[in-house]
C-alpha cells in the first residue's frame, strides 16, 4: 500500500475518508484485493494510512454503499463478489411484447413529461408554482422534526398511518362537514393512491365506473389500467356531473362506483351545489353503489369557507372521501388520506400488501406544519393568489384568442378550462405550443371517447410577463389553426 500522508481533513478538495476509499477502490480495481479477500483491519490502515480510526471506519461505509465491500459481522471487511448484472432484455426481437391492450397513450405519457420539464412554460400542468408554497417554513419544521424525533421518522409509520397527522387531518375534515377519528383515516400516498385504493376495493376487473366528463385524464388510464370500464357522464362547470344523467345510466347499466371531483374538478373547475351533492349521495346509496369522492381541490375555494364534501350528506358509509397536500402544501411530500367508511379495512389492507407504509419523515414533517406552521395563514394568501392568476389568464385568453372562445370561471383552484371555435384542433395546437416551448394539456385527453377535440386545460397557477407573452403566443397559434 502506497498510501500518502496528507494534511488531516482533506487534501486536494477531497474529504480525508473520501480519499482512503478511493485508494483502497484503486486497490481492488488493480486486483491487489480480490473477490472474497479479507481486506485490512481498521486498526491496520488507521497506522498504514496515519489516519484516524474513526476516518476508516467511514471509509468503509462509503465502499459498503458502494458495494464493493461487505462487513462480516466478528470478522472485518470483505471484498464482494461481483454477480453479473441481470441481462437486458432483447428489445429487438419483440417477444417481450405480449398481446395485451394497449392502454397507456403516448400523448398522456408525453403530457406528464412535459409537467418535469423546467424549459417549457409550465401551463399544463396542475401543479402549485413552487413559489407560492411555504417552502422555507417546510424545510425547517423537516429538519426539526428529523432531529427530535428520534426513530419516528426512520422506522415506517404503519397503515393507517402517523397518529399525529391523523388527529390534524380529522380535525380539518369538520370544516368539510365531515365528523371523523383519527382512526376513520387512512394515509396513503397522495390522492391518486387513496383513489386507486378506492377503484381496488369498490371494483373488480371488467366492471364500470361512472365518472364526470370531461375527467381528469390520470384516472381515465388508471380505469384502464385496471382493467375497469369507464362510463362518461356529462358535467358542467356550473353543477358538475348531471344527476339526471347518472340516474339514467344507473337504469340502464350495472355500475359498480362513482368517481367524481366535488369540489372545483379537474379540468372544468366546477363546484357542486350542495343540494346536488346530497341528490348524488342518496341516488348512488338507493343503489348501494360506492362514491370515490375527490376532494384534492376543496381548500382552494376564493371565498373564506371552504365548500362541504358529498362525504357529509353520508349516510350509508358508501362514500369513500379522498384527497392531499398535493395541490396546497407539497406535491413532492406525497402525503394524502383516505376516510373510507365501510371500506376503510379493506383499503388499509390493500395498502400494506401493496406498498407497506408512506413516507415517515413527510407524516411527520406535515402533522407539525398541520398544527402550528401557520395552514391557515397560507391558504388565505395562497387563495387570495389563485384567484388573481386566474383572473389575469382568464382576461388574457379573452384578449388573444380567436372570437368565439369561451372559458370556465371557476371559484376555486387554479385551472382553466378553454373551449375554442369548433374545428380549431387542440391536438395540433399541443405540438405546435411545445415547438413554442409552451406546454398545455389538450382537451381529448379528458376523455376515453374522442371528445373535446378543440378544448384545452390551461393552468394559473403561476403568473408572470413570461406566462401572458404564452398566453399571446397561443391565442396566435390557436388563430391560425382556426379553420376556413
Ligand atoms: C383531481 C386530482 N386528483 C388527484 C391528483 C393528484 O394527486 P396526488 O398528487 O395527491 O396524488 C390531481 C393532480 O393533478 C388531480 O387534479
Same mark, same amino acid.
Given at each position: 500500500m502506497t498510501m500518502k500522508n496528507g494534511d488531516a481533513n482533506s487534501r486536494g478538495g477531497t474529504l480525508l475518508y473520501e480519499q482512503v476509499a478511493g485508494d483502497i477502490a484503486g486497490l481492488i480495481a488493480q486486483g491487489t484485493f480480490r473477490a472474497g479477500d479479507r481486506l485490512p483491519s481498521i486498526r491496520q490502515l488507521s497506522r498504514r494510512f496515519a489516519v484516524s480510526i474513526n476516518t476508516v471506519m467511514q471509509a468503509y461505509a462509503v465502499l459498503e454503499d458502494q458495494r464493493l465491500v461487505e462487513a462480516r459481522p466478528q470478522s472485518g471487511y470483505y471484498v464482494r463478489s461481483r454477480v453479473p448484472e441481470i441481462r437486458e432484455p432483447?428489445?429487438?426481437?419483440?417477444? $417481450?411484447? +405480449? =398481446? !395485451?391492450?394497449?392502454?397507456?397513450?403516448d400523448l398522456c405519457q408525453q403530457v406528464m413529461h412535459n409537467m418535469m420539464n423546467? !424549459?417549457?412554460? =409550465? /401551463? #399544463?400542468?396542475a401543479i402549485p408554482s +413552487?413559489?407560492? /408554497?411555504p417552502i422555507d417554513k417546510l424545510n425547517r419544521i423537516m429538519a426539526n422534526e428529523l432531529r427530535r424525533g428520534g426513530d419516528q421518522a426512520v422506522l415506517y409509520q404503519m397503515p393507517p398511518g402517523y397518529e399525529r397527522l391523523r388527529v390534524q387531518i380529522a380535525r380539518r375534515a369538520l370544516e368539510a362537514g365531515i365528523s371523523s377519528g383519527p382512526d376513520d383515516i387512512l394515509v396513503t400516498s397522495g390522492c391518486v393512491e387513496a383513489v386507486l385504493l378506492a377503484l381496488r376495493a369498490t371494483c373488480r376487473a371488467g366492471d364500470t365506473i361512472a365518472v364526470e366528463s370531461p375527467f381528469y385524464f390520470n384516472f381515465l388510464q388508471m380505469i384502464a389500467e385496471l382493467g375497469l370500464k369507464a362510463l362518461e357522464i356529462p358535467s358542467t =362547470?356550473?353543477? #358538475?356531473?348531471s344527476i339526471e344523467a347518472l340516474r339514467y345510466a344507473i337504469e340502464q347499466s350495472r355500475i359498480s362506483a362513482c368517481l367524481v371531483?366535488?369540489? $372545483? @374538478?379537474?379540468?372544468?373547475g366546477s363546484l357542486m351545489p350542495e343540494e346536488r351533492k346530497r341528490e348524488l349521495v342518496e341516488l348512488l346509496a338507493s343503489h348501494e353503489i360506492p362514491l370515490i369522492e375527490d376532494?384534492?381541490?376543496?381548500?382552494?375555494?376564493? &371565498?373564506?369557507e371552504r365548500p362541504s364534501a358529498a362525504k357529509s350528506f353520508?349516510?350509508?358509509?358508501?362514500v369513500i372521501y379522498c384527497s392531499s397536500? @398535493?395541490?396546497?402544501? +407539497?406535491?413532492?411530500?406525497?402525503v394524502g388520506w383516505a376516510i373510507a367508511g365501510r371500506f376503510q379495512g379493506e383499503m388499509e389492507r390493500l395498502k400494506m400488501i401493496m406498498?407497506? !407504509?408512506?413516507?415517515s419523515p413527510s407524516q411527520l414533517a406535515l402533522a407539525e406544519f398541520l398544527a402550528n406552521g401557520g395552514y391557515d395563514h397560507h391558504l388565505r394568501n395562497f387563495r387570495r393568489i389563485n384567484a388573481r392568476n386566474i383572473s389575469q389568464m382568464a382576461d388574457a385568453v379573452v384578449r388573444s384568442f380567436p372570437p368565439g372562445t369561451r372559458m370556465t370561471h371557476p371559484a376555486g383552484g387554479f385551472i382553466l378550462w378553454v373551449e375554442m371555435p &369548433? #374545428?380549431?384542433d387542440a391536438i395540433t395546437l399541443f405540438h405546435r405550443a411545445l415547438e413554442q416551448g409552451i406546454s398545455i394539456v389538450p382537451g381529448?385527453?379528458?376523455?376515453?371517447? #374522442?371528445?373535446?377535440?378543440?378544448h384545452i386545460r390551461l393552468s394559473a397557477a403561476q403568473w408572470d410577463e413570461k406566462i401572458e407573452q404564452g398566453i399571446k403566443t397561443l391565442g396566435a397559434l390557436a388563430q391560425e389553426l382556426m379553420p376556413g
Amino acid at each position: 500500500m502506497t498510501m500518502k500522508n496528507g494534511d488531516a481533513n482533506s487534501r486536494g478538495g477531497t474529504l480525508l475518508y473520501e480519499q482512503v476509499a478511493g485508494d483502497i477502490a484503486g486497490l481492488i480495481a488493480q486486483g491487489t484485493f480480490r473477490a472474497g479477500d479479507r481486506l485490512p483491519s481498521i486498526r491496520q490502515l488507521s497506522r498504514r494510512f496515519a489516519v484516524s480510526i474513526n476516518t476508516v471506519m467511514q471509509a468503509y461505509a462509503v465502499l459498503e454503499d458502494q458495494r464493493l465491500v461487505e462487513a462480516r459481522p466478528q470478522s472485518g471487511y470483505y471484498v464482494r463478489s461481483r454477480v453479473p448484472e441481470i441481462r437486458e432484455p432483447d428489445l429487438k426481437s419483440r417477444t $417481450f411484447i +405480449a =398481446p !395485451a391492450t394497449v392502454t397507456i397513450s403516448d400523448l398522456c405519457q408525453q403530457v406528464m413529461h412535459n409537467m418535469m420539464n423546467r !424549459a417549457l412554460l =409550465p /401551463l #399544463g400542468s396542475a401543479i402549485p408554482s +413552487a413559489r407560492n /408554497l411555504p417552502i422555507d417554513k417546510l424545510n425547517r419544521i423537516m429538519a426539526n422534526e428529523l432531529r427530535r424525533g428520534g426513530d419516528q421518522a426512520v422506522l415506517y409509520q404503519m397503515p393507517p398511518g402517523y397518529e399525529r397527522l391523523r388527529v390534524q387531518i380529522a380535525r380539518r375534515a369538520l370544516e368539510a362537514g365531515i365528523s371523523s377519528g383519527p382512526d376513520d383515516i387512512l394515509v396513503t400516498s397522495g390522492c391518486v393512491e387513496a383513489v386507486l385504493l378506492a377503484l381496488r376495493a369498490t371494483c373488480r376487473a371488467g366492471d364500470t365506473i361512472a365518472v364526470e366528463s370531461p375527467f381528469y385524464f390520470n384516472f381515465l388510464q388508471m380505469i384502464a389500467e385496471l382493467g375497469l370500464k369507464a362510463l362518461e357522464i356529462p358535467s358542467t =362547470p356550473r353543477d #358538475g356531473i348531471s344527476i339526471e344523467a347518472l340516474r339514467y345510466a344507473i337504469e340502464q347499466s350495472r355500475i359498480s362506483a362513482c368517481l367524481v371531483i366535488t369540489n $372545483f @374538478s379537474n379540468p372544468l373547475g366546477s363546484l357542486m351545489p350542495e343540494e346536488r351533492k346530497r341528490e348524488l349521495v342518496e341516488l348512488l346509496a338507493s343503489h348501494e353503489i360506492p362514491l370515490i369522492e375527490d376532494d384534492i381541490y376543496g381548500d382552494l375555494t376564493f &371565498e373564506n369557507e371552504r365548500p362541504s364534501a358529498a362525504k357529509s350528506f353520508d349516510r350509508s358509509d358508501l362514500v369513500i372521501y379522498c384527497s392531499s397536500f @398535493s395541490k396546497t402544501i +407539497a406535491p413532492g411530500y406525497r402525503v394524502g388520506w383516505a376516510i373510507a367508511g365501510r371500506f376503510q379495512g379493506e383499503m388499509e389492507r390493500l395498502k400494506m400488501i401493496m406498498n407497506i !407504509a408512506v413516507s415517515s419523515p413527510s407524516q411527520l414533517a406535515l402533522a407539525e406544519f398541520l398544527a402550528n406552521g401557520g395552514y391557515d395563514h397560507h391558504l388565505r394568501n395562497f387563495r387570495r393568489i389563485n384567484a388573481r392568476n386566474i383572473s389575469q389568464m382568464a382576461d388574457a385568453v379573452v384578449r388573444s384568442f380567436p372570437p368565439g372562445t369561451r372559458m370556465t370561471h371557476p371559484a376555486g383552484g387554479f385551472i382553466l378550462w378553454v373551449e375554442m371555435p &369548433e #374545428g380549431t384542433d387542440a391536438i395540433t395546437l399541443f405540438h405546435r405550443a411545445l415547438e413554442q416551448g409552451i406546454s398545455i394539456v389538450p382537451g381529448p385527453l379528458f376523455s376515453l371517447s #374522442g371528445k373535446y377535440s378543440h378544448h384545452i386545460r390551461l393552468s394559473a397557477a403561476q403568473w408572470d410577463e413570461k406566462i401572458e407573452q404564452g398566453i399571446k403566443t397561443l391565442g396566435a397559434l390557436a388563430q391560425e389553426l382556426m379553420p376556413g
